[in-house]
């Protein structure tokens, strides 16, 4: 393969655009994009026409607007270019309008109560932004998603509008900078994807893994991941096929796949991309996600996207390495070569350590979910607690400007609070803390607390809006100064008194921390079903209609949603583990209790007095698991009988976190004690070592 020859090769990307458009067009569409201004539709029929005819070369039959709705993955409604011909054949067409704008129906996605099915009219809008692509002979058109009444419906509209507000209010702090040259400030992303390989014929054995996503029942394998002999280990030849047969089609569609690596629980692996803006990033992981299970399929593997697939060893992530740059080049999270360069970094890191203070509860909001619970702070990911990871050498320099003291560097500068005397920072100030949520990596932020299945679009519409309106605090403060060197050392220290609670460099995980931060007032919300409500509390829907990401209506309607999307999980999975245990567990204890009972009546004909005790153990010990496992499934169908009375949707959530799901644990401990002790060819299902070693 010539990778520098496919790469991109099915994407209409700029040079493309450039090769195809007419000048003028280009340099129209290229303008409207820079100024974020809606196309003419005239431009819009030139580049939709360019478009079509590079599709149709490349063998595409339709198009169709693709989005993100609030479900967490894309949709689509396919069309084709053929449109009728006065002698009955067809002729292949693409109007602007039909690139600009599509109708899909809004009434049967996830809306919070915005829309009805009576109120049925949705429109997609082209994101010029985001490049199209070709998947499958089908010309793909990022688009963004709203209703009729023009409510963002979608995880893009609300991503590209805190983009937008931080890029204004990041201009603002530059200008007193003095840099004037920077027109543009985006956030960059590069999300790191864990995921699991299985051989897929055992997944189709497994109920559970093909309805929900993750083992409902299954005992802990003789031996798991405390070897420690898989992470960043030799990669086997049938997933080193796998791993180049998933680069070249994510090449092709112009997606940065860099590192690919065994990750460290058996079956696991992980797939890193190269930092790109977060608008095409978050578009470019939602299309990873999608390939990862085609071309697993392709391969007779199933990929598991779940937080937690299998339990007692390793879930998986995704971390969101999160930064600020400008269209000249600069990374504003870099320490920089020189001291106004520091000053300038200083603050932009003050307006981060002061919003995830202020806002720790929508940080952990944007990474909250069903699968995830299961991984947080399980020696494996991030605690539930939010904290900052700064490194030692960091943490001094803040320390220092804080008590205002002077800080011994390397080359004995000495540290002072202003602008021109702070001294050069080591571009590297940090270690890795890979039990903190939010972690310097030396020039960006690493959130290291998403879960695999994520759209990275929440957590990341949340860190931009945070920083907007911390940049918006400081800007309207020192925009106002007489004095500017003075009063942003002011600034900076008081930021640093007020926030300094949120920087921790210690171990996450230990019980001393939850005891410190309890006393710093830090929260600690354990759950989804826990944190969700401070989505919407007065302090947040101030933040979000103040800079206009959300509107309020626009807030509850996805905290409706979000708590839907907990309870229905919970419920399928209740419903899943009951379908199982009824249908597939009893009936396979019953044969072997039968096989037991056989066993001893055989050898008793014999003689009565031939030792039967193995088998009469046995049976007396599956008989008594068999008698608890009958009040198990008992008491989960009641459990969910009940809960489906509860009209409240955060009442039916807390009845789902502390009964549903206790009534869900109580089964499996005792299935998982059922298959140790029921033989391999009487149990319905493969078993954990059957499905993470046999790959």
Known sequence: MNVPESFGSMVFNDS??????????????????KDGRSLDITVASVVANAMK????????????HWFQPMTGITAEK?????????????????????????????????????????????????????????????????????????????????????????????????????????????TTVGPEQEYFLIDRELFNEREDL????????????????????????????????????????????????????????????????????TNTATDHNQLTMEMMKKVAARHGLACLLHEKPFDGVNGSGKHNNWSMSTNTGMNLLDPGTSPRDNAQFLLFLCAVIKGIDEYQDLLRISVANAGNDHRLGANEAPPAIISMFVGDELASVLESIENNTDYDQADKQMMK?????????????????????????????????????????????????IVTE???????????????????????????KEHKRIIFNGNNYSDEWVA??????????????????????????????????????????????????????????????LDMAKKDIVPAILSFETALCDAIAAKKAVCETIDASLESGLLKKVSELSGKLAQHIEALEKAEEE?????????????????????????????????????????????????????
């Open 16 to 33: 493309t655009m450039k090769e195809r458009l007419p000048k003028e067009t280009y340099k129209a569409l290229k303008k409207t994009i």
């Open 516 to 577: 410190e931060a309890e006393k710093r007032g830090l929260l600690n919300l354990k759950t989804t079903a826990d944190a969700l409500p401070y989505f919407v509390s007065p302090k947040n829907i101030e933040l979000f209609t103040k800079h206009k990401i959300f509107t309020e209506t626009e807030m509850h309607s996805r905290y409706e949603i979000l708590m839907e999307e907990y309870t229905k999980t919970l419920n399928i999975e209740a419903l899943t583990m």
């Open 78 to 186: 396919h069309d084709s270019f053929i449109s009728p011909a006065e002698d009955g054949g067809v002729i292949m067409e693409f109007s602007g309008k039909e690139l600009i704008q599509g109708e899909p129906d809004a009434s049967s996605f996830p809306s919070g109560g915005l829309r009805s099915t009576f109120e049925a009219r949705g429109y997609t809008a082209w994101d010029p932004t985001s490049y199209a692509f070709i998947k499958e002979n089908t010309l793909y058109i990022p688009t963004a998603f709203c209703s009729y009444g023009g409510e963002a419906l979608d995880k893009k509209t609300p991503l590209m509008r805190s983009t937008e507000k931080l890029n204004k209010q990041a201009l603002r702090i530059l200008k007193l900078f003095g840099h004037d040259d920077v027109t543009k400030v985006i």
């Open 210 to 277: 093909m309805l929900t996503g993750r083992t409902l029942f299954g005992a802990k394998p003789p031996k798991g991941q405390e070897m420690e002999d898989h992470y960043f280990g030799t990669i086997k030849p049938r997933i080193k096929e796998y791993m180049a047969d998933l680069d070249e089609e994510l090449w092709k569609l112009g997606i940065y796949a860099k590192t690919e690596h065994n990750e460290v629980a058996p079956a696991q692996h992980e797939l890193a991309p190269i930092f790109s803006d």
């Open 643 to 695: 809960a489906g009375t509860i009209a409240d949707f955060e009442k039916q959530a807390a009845f789902y976190k502390d009964s549903v799901l206790s009534a869900m644990e109580n089964l499996r401990a005792t299935v998982d004690a059922l298959e140790v002790c029921v033989g391999r060819e009487y149990w319905p299902y493969p078993s954990y070592a059957d499905m993470i070693f046999r790959v």
């Open 417 to 465: 609070i202003g602008v021109h005397v702070l001294p050069k920072l080591p571009k590297d100030t940090t270690d890795r803390n890979r039990t903190s949520p939010f972690a310097f990596t030396g020039n960006k932020f690493e959130f290291r607390m998403l879960g695999s299945t994520f759209s990275i679009a929440g957590p990341n519409i949340t860190l931009n809006a």
């Open 53 to 64: 005819d590079w599709a149709i070369e490349k063998g595409a039959t339709h198009y169709t």
């Open 470 to 496: 911390e940049l918006s605090q400081f800007a309207d403060i020192l925009e106002a100064s007489e004095d500017f060197d003075r009063d942003l050392a002011k600034l900076i220290q008081k930021t640093i």
